[in-house]
């Protein structure tokens, strides 16, 4: 009968979950920033300056011709497990102490888990403009930290559950990105610059949670169930954001920057829009009816809705950098203003390292903490002394081994760079 509740207790935690998908957002297809563990809005040069700080654009130093080929990245997090506590718990029995463990790791909110995958073409900078189209997707998935104690120890021990809250967001959408810097006064002889980028932003799905709850009850003789879900969606929409960003030159050797991203903006959702409402019940439950195919009785309803509007999250990014012979250090201080996916009132605090040992080879590693992730370490690497330049970036989250990270973020870049 235990196994039959928790199998029961997970399709309902599916339930949930699916309806569950709050968006985050970040910038996982830089595979430099990436190995630099996002400390980059201080070097980012060229079209990369679009997302990091456009004021990067009229630095004279590097006014050569770059053009993306490919560059793609993707990153995979969960708030509580790492993958030594899968494999540790495959295919064993799980002791008390092992329960009780378990349970520790999860926040009380519930386990989150959270994607990105992001990939960006057909990006070029010549002098100070840029241009660059990029996509993304995201989605976060909450589960409530009840369920996990009915499985872990029968519904003797968790006979309710009455934690099935939800809210989130889900969206698809592609970025057209075209931004302009130069060198707008000096400074005791120290060149300032600034530099703005726009994003016509077009929206090709979007999901989110207004209202999801429910509950599980285990009676004398059988298990009940029971649970809604009201979710709004669109199928296009379009917008725009713009990114303000300034730098100061200091004694040829230090870089100061300051970025404001999606400081104005606005996505309008318009197409398709409406309200779906989800009901589903679990007829009572015991062993002699567990084989009966009507098991689950579902339905839903939807309505149609007028356009409706959201806005990114606004971040401020300062950061630093300077080479010294065959090193490049950097340091970024990044802040955002509200708790929402894709953004943490809790500041970030990152630094990296890239360090020229070859003419083709450029080795790279940095940390970050904070922020929406926590913290998490980046190994990279960069190969190409010619116009062909290949990126590869790598980072782990949570721990100082990759077999303890409770997350994973993966990127690779392919440009020109043309003098």
């Not at 904070?370 to 960069?382: A, D, E, P, T």
């Amino acid at each position: 009968m235990q196994k039959l509740i928790s199998l029961t207790t997970i399709v309902i935690c599916l339930l949930f979950t699916f309806f569950n998908s709050p968006a985050i957002a970040g910038d996982e297809s830089n595979a430099r920033s990436v190995g630099m563990a996002h400390a980059f809005s201080s070097i980012a040069r060229g079209y990369h300056a679009l997302k990091y700080n456009p004021a990067n654009l009229g630095i004279s130093e590097d006014h050569s011709l770059d053009i993306s080929v490919l560059e793609f990245g993707f990153m995979v997090e969960n708030s509580s497990f790492g993958f030594n506590d899968y494999s540790r718990y495959n295919d064993d029995i799980i002791s008390e102490d092992d329960k009780q463990k378990i349970l520790s790791q999860i926040p009380d909110k519930g386990l989150e888990i959270n994607a990105i995958a992001e990939g960006s073409g057909l990006g070029f900078s010549l002098k100070n403009f840029a241009f660059l189209f990029s996509g993304e997707i995201a989605s976060n998935i909450t589960i409530p930290k009840d369920p996990f104690e009915m499985v872990l120890y029968g519904n003797y021990y968790k006979p309710n559950i009455s934690d099935f809250s939800s809210r989130g967001e889900a969206w698809g959408i592609a970025d057209f990105a075209v931004g302009y810097g130069s060198e707008i006064r000096k400074w005791k002889e120290n060149p300032i610059y600034a530099g703005i980028t726009f994003h016509y932003i077009r929206g090709f799905a979007y999901y989110e949670v207004m209202e999801a709850e429910g509950f599980l009850e285990t009676q004398d003789t059988a298990i009940v169930a029971q649970g809604k879900a009201s979710i709004r969606s669109s199928t296009g929409g379009s917008g725009f954001s713009a990114d303000l960003g300034i730098a100061l030159e200091l004694n040829d050797k230090y870089l100061f920057g300051l970025t404001l991203t999606n400081l104005i903006n606005n996505v309008s959702w318009t197409d398709d829009t409406e309200i779906t409402d989800y009901y589903f019940n679990l007829k009572p439950l015991n062993a002699n009816i567990a084989e009966d195919e009507s098991l689950f009785v579902s339905d839903d309803s939807s309505y149609t809705i007028g356009y409706f509007s959201k806005r990114r999250p606004t971040t401020l990014k300062l950061g630093v950098s300077s080479k010294y012979k065959k090193a490049l250090w950097a340091a970024e201080y990044e802040q955002g203003f509200e708790n929402r996916p894709g953004s943490s009132a809790t500041p970030r605090l990152a630094a990296g390292l890239e360090f020229h040992s070859l003419n083709w080879l450029r080795l790279r590693t940095g940390f970050s903490m904070g922020g929406v992730s926590g913290f998490y370490y980046s190994l990279g690497c960069g190969l190409g002394s010619g116009a062909f330049r290949f990126d590869l970036g790598l980072a782990f989250e949570g721990f100082a081994f990759p077999t303890n990270s409770r997350g994973i973020r993966f990127s690779l870049s392919t440009y020109l760079n043309i003098d």
